[in-house]
């Protein structure tokens, strides 16, 4: 309830101050259709919630054309970021789960991994890129790179931690009945560390969606990123919010998918 | 085949590092025995080793010297012969009661299908008198309830001894006494030779046949061993009327709270191999056992 006052407080401050302040100088016609009603009527720069709305609604009408490079549907660049995310997240969690659990269940190898890890893990994901775009030679495979490498550190780190504090007595109990080391790991250890793989899991997602934005303005060609930084070359700040808006609205959806694959493994104790 | 040796703890020796260099010994040349079907329980303070004399049985920790036998062979790690009754239940909370109990039983015989699992959780369940609960999770459970699933879990699996490490210190009064009622009546039932580890006396008495009073560490020694003089089908409701009952209890009281810290001190000729056995009441002859009509 307070959040839709709010959400109309804003809006209505956003409409009074980007309104026009009516004519500021006599000029013929002609030259004014020429300046815009930025110059002519003290509108601002900046477009009102109206316009955002109505380019909105164009967006969400035709999501998937296609006019060429530079205009493609709103629906379509979100589809080229969300896949890109998924790929590299996906294979950030079938390196990153196994290796996590190696590392936890051995205190020999967490020692040796440790450094590399700690050396890596600082290491903005940008800084790889173009690392990656000379040994790849592709931008969207080092796009994709770019979002493996770092979604892979939070799901590291939080596997092998909550491997390795999987309380003694459980494993005790696994011990005591001979079960085997592959179906401890996957009987005891797993469930019992699964809340805080997701919730590595969760951050990785969320770090994945921040970089892809920033990994596709660089890369450029297809991509919400690249949208959002073609659109500023176009100067549609229109667009420009529309994309940012909609960059929010995707991260969220992307947590709250998390939250709830968290909350079916975690148990009362 | 030695029937009254069942279980043969044969000096055992447990050593830590001490942090400025040599080694703290907790206990050294321990030795005891447990006969077939009997119920032993070693009685100390905390951190006399006793603990650690359980996970030595249990496998879960190795002796630094000595050997342990059980049914005439040398234990090696853990194994499902030894089933352990955890003194925080640790059951797996992301599991049913049925899943918990299945989860042993299943790891026992691999090969059987699912309807011959249940059918043999159902009748430790039911033993343990939790019919009627078996998909609740642990957390919808009380404490008590939590450890009868772990008695049923230890039980489901038919081990050859079972050990319980101060299974129902964590419990109140009322759910205790109870519970141990439950486990004397499931234990005399099944003829199951079970080893327990507790500081309580009462507990002690209304259990075991076979008291181990343990001193003191580091450097603990096995002092005495009771012999429980109550008779086998002793009550709980009255117990404390039995004419041996006070002699017995204030020979393990006087001993845990006096003698444990002196023993070592004060018998240097104490042979580990040949502990004095006392029968307190028994052999006291301080203790005139009442008239049958005073009862």
Known sequence: MVSILLFCGFIAAWHLATRGSGEVAKMSPEYAALMGATATQGKSAMPGPFDVGAKLWEHIQRPFYDNGPNDKGLGIQLGYSIARVMIGYLLAVAVAIPLGFLIGMSPLMNKALDPFIQVLKPISPLAWMPLALYTIKDSSLSAIFVIFICSVWPMLLNTSFGVASVRKEWINVARTLEVGTVRRAFTVILPAAAPTILTGMRISIGIAWLVIVAAEMLVGGTGIGYFVWNEWNNLSITNVIIAILTIGIVGMLLDQVLARFTRMVTFPE | MTNDKFISVEAIAKRYPAAGGGQTTIFENLWLSLPRGEFGCVIGHSGCGKTTVLNILAGLDQPTEGAVIVDGQAIEGTSLDRAVIFQSHALLPWRTVMGNVAYAVSSKWRGWDKAKVRAHVQRFIDLVGLTGSENKRPSELSGGMKQRVGIARALSITPKIMLMDEPFSALDALTRGSLQDEVRRICLETGQTTFMITHDVDEAMYLADKIYLMTNGPGAVIAEIVENPLPK?????????????????????????????????????????????VRPGIDDASVVPLQANAR
């Open chain 2, 233 to 277: 089908d002793r009550a709980r409701i009255d117990l404390h009327r039995h004419p041996y009952y006070y002699g017995l209890r204030n020979h393990i009281v006087d001993f845990l709270v006096t003698r444990s810290k002196t023993f070592t001190s004060s018998n240097p000729n104490h042979d580990p191999l040949h502990v004095p056995i």
